[in-house]
């Protein structure tokens, strides 16, 4: 085995993505058989080894940086080549541009030297075409001998080089002269169960200008990242969950993500809405947790084995528990933001479908893995050690999460508006549903704990509350499930340094003995977590303390060169200067991106209702002056801003809109 010191961590590794195609390298462009490095297509590692050699040594890196959505430029020198002096004379630029399928170098070799330099380059290619989820556990695949030159064909995948001479490239550079090499990989998978859209990105990509310049930056590389993350399922477009390992249709991920772009516009919410209505339960089966009316968790091409957790998922798995409201959500929302009623009604099916499952659940939402080999947690926190108790227990299951009550509270009357709104029965039973579930949370969820009082993170199996204070609690808010005093006192518990004190919102408060700082989810901090509650506090009006959420998410984006990863440490701010990096963590990845946007809508104020004819404007996050042209409402590029007073504009509405304004 390979010593641990050649093998980077996932973290330390430049990423170059268009989905469904990644290339994983180290910083100075090299790929190396060490590691999760490759280039790697859909669910299959296409590439194992890509080396730049100069005279049969690599070149020392210095530097690197994103050349836009799919490119990224890698500099290196060459010491022992040109002129024999400390400065070096002999520059490598490779630009490296990642395709759907495909991908394609530029290496410029510069020499400022005042002789001649002559060098051979060479490139050090291998190919093993290994499952993801052998990379990903840590095993390996042995190399596979090439059908041809530079041709590798296993399992129905085709992988071709072409552009690399046999010899490698004889460089003959003159004095301060210059030559580019380029090269190109092909790869035929058609049995890929994800694909890449054909048409341009789907949301609008607003001009922002903010008192805070890191909102800008933030924005604009997240844009990119979310345009490199794009898939494709016939004509709709969806958002793969993350890089390397989760670029293919995950329920509560691909539905996050879609809600939070609704201020760009409604079509990939719409687009993501009908790729999972598609696959939407129909029968019971407990191997899969497929039940009528649930919508999917994850996609894959074929069985997965994650062997750390001993846990094996069928291809088109269903363990998540609120997928299916949230899908119904996202429906809702797309709607209010004006997504067209035609497009509406034709999921109507769907949605008392969704209902119906929602329906099963008589008491709480609960979840448990009757397969015994998957997920044993299936909320957003799926560790299997994620659901604790103040003392660290762990909880066992069936187990109701705090968080989805909320959805399904949210979900049960977002259905009934639908159904109202386009004429079909029902709406009461739904109403009443909520009405429900709301007594019986106010009843059995709240604790008394170091923080003061607040909702538990879940019932365990026998319906005592797990105690920890964690973020869940935080997706209550906006939901309506909380009445005002019981929102005061979440606020107040998730402002507490215990929770807010890192870069962001905390999962686990550090006052919680299953509390560490690089826990996957019992103390880090997650991008789209810290966005979503930080914006359900801001439309709850508790500015403060969400602004304090934005300004560690920013300062998170600064640190990490303005590409959020997965999630990060949660060590307090008094300790470190920036956030210390969680080993693993993917980057790009969906959620984490549109975080961005989040922070952008929650404080331009924006709350349109489409149906209804108005659109509510209540900004309520200080963060200084900020303006964005080209939002979309209805259909209609909009311009909104919000001044250093809160005093708020917003223009370019169609006319059946009016705007209202609350303090």
């Known amino acids: 085995m390979p010593d641990r010191k050649l093998q980077p961590l996932l973290h330390d590794l430049v990423t170059t993505t268009a989905a469904p195609t990644t290339a994983l390298s180290e910083a100075g462009g090299q790929i190396s058989e060490a590691g999760v490095q490759g280039v790697f297509h859909a669910d299959a590692r296409v590439l194992a080894q890509a080396r730049l050699l100069v005279d049969g040594r690599e070149p020392e890196p210095i530097g690197h940086t994103a050349a836009g959505p799919g490119a990224t430029r890698f500099v290196s020198v060459v010491r022992w080549l040109g002129t024999p002096i400390p400065d070096p004379s002999v520059r490598i630029d490779r630009v490296r541009r990642v395709t759907p399928g495909g991908m394609a170098e530029e290496i410029t070799v510069t020499s400022t030297a005042d002789l001649p330099v002559r060098a051979t380059v060479a490139l050090d290619l291998a190919c093993d075409l290994a499952p993801m989820d052998v990379v990903k ?10 059908v041809e030159p530079l041709v590798w064909r296993a399992e129905g995948i085709s992988v071709r080089v072409t552009g690399v001479p046999a010899a490698g490239w004889q460089v003959d550079l003159p004095t301060r002269g210059s030559v580019t090499l380029r090269w190109q990989l092909w ?20 001009e922002v200008t903010a008192d805070d310049h890191r909102l800008v930056r933030l924005l604009d590389r997240s844009l990119d990242d979310l345009a490199s993350l794009r898939l494709a399922d016939g004509d709709d477009t969806y958002l793969g969950a993350g890089v390397p390992w989760f670029l293919t249709l995950f329920g509560r991920d691909s539905i996050w993500a879609a809600r939070m772009l609704l201020p760009l516009g409604t079509e990939l919410a719409a687009g993501t809405l009908r790729v999972l209505a598609r696959r939407q339960g129909t029968h019971d089966d407990p191997r899969s947790g497929e039940a009528p009316g649930k919508i999917m968790h994850e996609l894959r091409r074929q069985d997965t084995s994650h062997r750390s957790e001993r846990i094996t998922l069928p291809a088109a798995y269903y363990g998540t528990v609120d997928a299916t409201p949230l899908w119904l959500s996202l429906l809702h929302d797309a709607w209010r933001w004006g997504m067209p009623p035609e497009e509406v009604a034709a999921l109507l099916p769907h949605v008392e479908a969704a209902l119906s499952w929602l329906g099963t659940h008589t008491d709480f939402v609960r979840y448990v893995d009757t397969s015994g080999r ?17 003392d660290g227990r762990q909880a ?13 509270y949210q979900a049960a009357l977002h259905g009934a508006a639908l159904l109202d709104a386009f004429g079909r029965p029902g709406a009461d039973r739904w109403r009443d549903y909520a009405g429900r579930l709301a007594e019986r949370f106010r009843a059995r969820y709240w604790v008394d704990g170091p923080q003061g009082t607040y909702p538990a993170l879940a019932l365990d ?17 906006g939901t309506g499930l909380l009445t005002p005093k019981e929102s005061t006192a979440v606020a107040e518990a998730l402002a507490s340094p215990a929770l ?13 003995a299953g509390y560490s700082p690089l826990s996957y989810h019992c103390g880090s901090i997650w991008a789209h977590d810290t966005a979503i509650v930080l914006a359900g506090l801001a439309r709850e009006g508790f500015g403060p303390a969400a602004a304090r959420l934005a300004d560690g998410l920013l300062s998170a984006g600064e640190a990490f060169d303005y ?26 990845q969906a959620w984490s ?8 809508h929650a404080a331009l104020g924006i709350y349109p209702d489409v149906p209804a004819g108005r659109v509510t404007v209540r900004p309520s996050l200080p963060l200084g002056a900020v303006r964005a042209t080209g939002l979309r409402i209805a259909g209609a590029a909009v311009d909104a801003s919000v001044d250093a007073s809160g005093r708020a504009s917003l223009t370019g509405l169609p006319p059946s809109l009016t705007i209202h304004e609350t303090p």
């Not at 790869?187 to 990509?205: L, N, Q, T």
């Not at 199996?461 to 808010?477: E, F, K, Q, Y």
């Open 137 to 146: 556990s840590g095993g390996a695949s042995p190399r596979l001998a090439p």
């Open 563 to 588: 590409r959020l990863p997965e999630l990060y440490g949660g060590d307090d701010r008094t300790d470190f200067a920036r956030p210390m990096p969680y080993p693993a963590a993917c980057r790009p």
């Open 593 to 600: 991106a549109a975080a961005a946007v989040v922070v952008l």
């Open 500 to 512: 807010s004190g890192g870069f962001g919102l905390r999962t686990m408060s550090t006052q919680d």
């Open 374 to 390: 998957g997920l044993a947690n299936q909320g957003w926190k799926d560790s299997g050690d994620a659901v604790r108790f103040h």
């Open 396 to 408: 066992e299951p069936p187990i109701a999460l705090a968080e989805v009550q909320g959805y399904a």
């Open 461 to 477: 199996r026998v319906g005592r509350p797990v105690d920890a204070l964690t973020s869940n609690i935080g997706h209550l808010l």
């Open 187 to 206: 790869i035929d998978d058609p049995r890929a169960i994800v694909a890449a859209p054909a048409g341009p990105v789907e949301w609008s990509r607003p």
